[in-house]
């Protein structure tokens, strides 16, 4: 025997309820560093939740909400801003944390790595994010950003070559891999 | 594997926890500091992309979508059941109540216009010209007379007047600049008192509305100015009122 309407609807809404619960953050924080900037990342997650219920019936594994949101943002981005607004070149300030239990030190290190993050390229944030913000396998960055892995690694290698020389320039850490084909990268 | 391998590996992916990448790492201690230095970076790198602030409220505000959408099941109707004629109805309310609400607003003097895309686009181009031109201008040290100063405003189509203000003013930088492709601007900068305070001239199509400059590092205004745009930026600290006014009581479009 089928449930009635009103049961489904109550189903549907635990579950929207549970999925906001367990992701709103990341899938936040995920926003922001797409636009970089804290009211444009707020109207992007809201879009993106309101197309998840409208369409939360087409989850079918709770497990693959993560990666489903992610997607649903992105598109939702591309279609609201990215083709009426250029990238934001900085982040505000005012969107980091500011716990009373970070030291004057571990804020500057914090700002410090906002920017360099913010200025990374696009094509190499975006991949970074989903990794670090994500926790998502190369493979797993790959199907969001419908790109081959080896693209996908590339451009992740490339990421935090750029953040490790924004830290340490003279370090001899520094690597230079400056190759196209560091892995057989095809786009 | 040889070191490139195990490096690119690494950048890709410090947390690599495949057998050959473990192997490869343990094998070398300098391999195995270079993994732990990248690590370490990694994890900051981590805690700063967590540490942007979620929205007080933003849970309750997404779970409010569900509520509102899912209010018509109550009575045993989905949103999409709804006759069509009921839908219609409710958005000519929507509407109506819309445009009301905006009058109001609009009539009490609340209603602050919100700079276009084009604006936006505008300040962005700015803020990147800055950052391109920040070193020169740190380094700037002249103190150009009016004549220089107006040869290079000219160019852009405006004009400072013979003023006691700016006559007294340092101004250490004059340049042309190429914000806007297709047309000249005038970029000045005078000697602040917490550092260099720019003023760039455009006569380029105005903003839809004056508004502030959204930067870590300059603050300032973008404001329409007749037939083109003035920008005043400087560094946080500086007060840049009395530059505005200078400026805006001083400069004019000539053409």
Redesign the interface.
Same mark, same amino acid.
């Given at each position: 025997m089928s449930d009635t309407p009103v049961l489904d609807d109550r189903r549907k809404k635990e579950r929207y309820e549970a999925l906001v619960d367990a992701l709103y953050q990341d899938v936040y924080r995920y926003a922001y560093w797409i636009c970089k900037n804290s009211a444009l990342a707020e109207d992007l997650v809201q879009e993106t939740f309101l197309r998840a219920w409208r369409s939360l019936d087409s989850l079918q594994n709770d497990k693959a909400a993560k990666a489903w949101l992610f997607t649903i943002l992105r598109r939702e981005n591309a279609r609201l801003y990215e083709r009426y607004r250029p990238e934001l070149v900085d982040i505000e300030d005012q969107s980091i944390a500011d716990s009373d239990e970070n030291e004057p030190d571990q804020r500057m290190d914090r700002r410090l790595l906002h920017e360099a993050i913010g200025k990374l390229e696009k094509d190499y944030r975006d991949p970074l994010m989903l990794q670090v913000i994500g926790g998502f396998s190369g493979k797993e960055i790959a199907e969001i950003l419908e790109l081959n892995n080896n693209t996908v690694m590339t451009r992740l290698f490339r990421a935090r070559g750029k953040l490790r020389q924004a830290f340490f320039p003279d370090s001899e850490l520094t690597d230079d891999f400056s190759g196209d084909d560091t892995f057989d990268e095809q786009s | 594997m040889d070191d490139?391998e195990f /490096?690119?590996r690494g950048?890709?992916?410090?947390n690599d926890s495949s057998d050959d990448f473990r192997s490869a790492a343990a094998a070398d201690p300098q391999r195995a500091q270079?993994l732990q230095?990248?690590q370490a970076?990694?994890a /900051?790198?981590?805690?700063?992309?967590?540490?942007?602030?979620?929205?007080a409220g933003?849970?309750e505000?997404?779970?409010a979508?569900?509520?509102e959408?899912?209010a018509p099941?109550?009575t045993?109707a989905?949103v999409s059941a709804l006759p069509m004629r009921s839908r219609y109805q409710r958005y000519y309310a929507m509407a109506a109540s819309l445009v009301i609400t905006l009058g109001v607003i609009m009539s009490s003097g609340l209603w602050t216009p919100r700079p276009s895309?084009a604006d936006?686009?505008f300040h962005?181009d700015i803020?990147?010209h800055m950052?391109r031109e920040t070193p020169r201008i740190e380094n700037a040290t002249a103190d150009l007379s009016m004549e220089e100063i107006n040869q290079v405003i000219e160019a852009a189509g405006g004009h400072l007047r013979d003023d006691e203000r700016i006559k007294s003013a340092h101004i250490k930088f004059a340049n042309d600049c190429n914000v806007v492709p297709s047309i000249k601007g005038a970029h000045i900068v005078l000697e602040g008192t917490k550092g260099s305070v720019s003023v760039i001239m455009i006569h380029n199509s105005p903003v839809s509305t004056e508004f502030d400059v959204?930067?870590? /590092?300059f603050q300032g205004k973008i404001i329409p100015f007749g037939q083109g745009n003035l920008v005043i930026l400087g560094e946080k600290e500086e007060s840049l009122e009395s530059y505005e006014t200078l400026i805006t009581e001083t400069f004019e479009w000539v053409i």
């Open positions: - | 490139f /490096r690119k950048l890709a992916n410090p270079w230095d990248l970076l990694d /900051r790198v981590h805690a700063a992309a967590l540490s942007i602030e979620v929205p933003l849970a505000r997404l779970k979508h569900a509520s959408q899912s099941a109550a045993g989905s895309a936006i686009k962005d803020i990147g950052y959204n930067d870590p /590092r």
